[in-house]
């Protein structure tokens, strides 16, 4: 054998042992990032059952997870716990779709057209930076204690910083684009869709990721104090009821599912969104 084949040969045998290296590495990422919740969350049990321990800390205070499991037990035997979290998801669906459909052409406009942003644009910000909870109590008023109440807080608290994001989206679209429209004859419609949604998708997937936290505070704040038996129980209604008992088990335990059910919508439908966008960008 020729010392030019040892040489492709020993190559060979190096490209092999890269590629069997990079294939642990990766998927020795892949399980630490799909173990890190879990990490997390035991980690922090770890920490609240110390601090309960060594600072004698009384349950009426802040009771031990143990506890808490046991509220998040008993309210599953009773059938809140379901009812409680589907209501309340089901909402947060129903006002963040809603939302969609309503900041959409709203970011399209005030993107494309700088007269109508200087009028409204203000307006938008300033909404955006109002909390929502302060729009309850005039829903209330408008609405009285009914299912329109909730969504239109969800709505006030969602759709500005939806259509912000498709705003800043649309800024950074490369002016030779929307040349590029004008050029091909492209008509409103044709532009919006195949140019200006698409280049502005970076910008519009962070808005819509920001809407979707708004809109899931916004039905928090409004099922606290929007407390009816026509609207049913929903998660924020479960933690009032923990307040009123003073049961402290209930009130983290429905806070818990609060973050829970947030955590999961980061996790399984805008995590693998943003990635596959920013892969497809070559930005990961």
Request: hydrophobic share 55%; charged share 15%.
């Amino acid at each position: 054998m020729h010392n030019s084949d040892f040489r492709s040969l020993e190559s060979g045998l190096d490209a092999l042992d890269t590629r069997h290296t990079e294939g642990k590495k990766h998927l020795g990422t892949l399980v630490l990032k799909a173990l890190s919740p879990l990490i997390a969350v035991v980690g922090l049990i770890v920490i609240w059952q110390l601090s309960i321990k060594i600072f004698s800390i009384e349950s009426y205070i802040l009771p031990t997870p143990l506890d808490v499991a046991h509220a998040i037990e008993q309210q599953w035997r009773l059938g809140n716990l379901q009812e409680a979290v589907f209501r309340s998801f089901l909402r947060g669906i129903e006002g963040f779709l809603l939302a969609i459909v309503i900041a959409t052409p709203v970011g399209i406009i005030l993107g494309l057209n700088k007269y109508a942003r200087t009028v409204f644009g203000p307006i938008l910000l300033g909404l955006q930076q109002l909390p929502s909870v302060a729009w309850v109590p005039a829903a209330i008023i408008w609405f009285g204690l009914s299912p329109a109440t909730i969504y239109a807080v969800i709505l006030l608290g969602s759709v500005p910083s939806i259509a912000n994001g498709l705003i800043s989206g649309i800024d950074q679209i490369p002016p030779i684009y929307l040349k590029l429209a004008t050029v091909l004859r492209a008509n409103r419609w044709q532009k919006i869709r195949h140019i200006v949604l698409p280049a502005a998708w970076t910008g519009y997937l962070a808005g819509l990721e920001q809407g979707w936290a708004f809109a899931w505070r916004s039905l928090m704040a409004a099922e606290l104090i929007a407390i009816s038996p026509a609207l049913g129980l929903g998660i924020g209604q479960l933690l009032d009821v923990g307040r009123q008992l003073g049961d402290m088990s209930l009130v983290i335990a429905s806070i818990f599912m609060i973050m829970l059910i947030g955590v999961l919508v980061e996790k399984v439908f805008f995590s693998p969104i943003r990635n596959r966008t920013l892969r497809k960008r070559g930005l990961l």
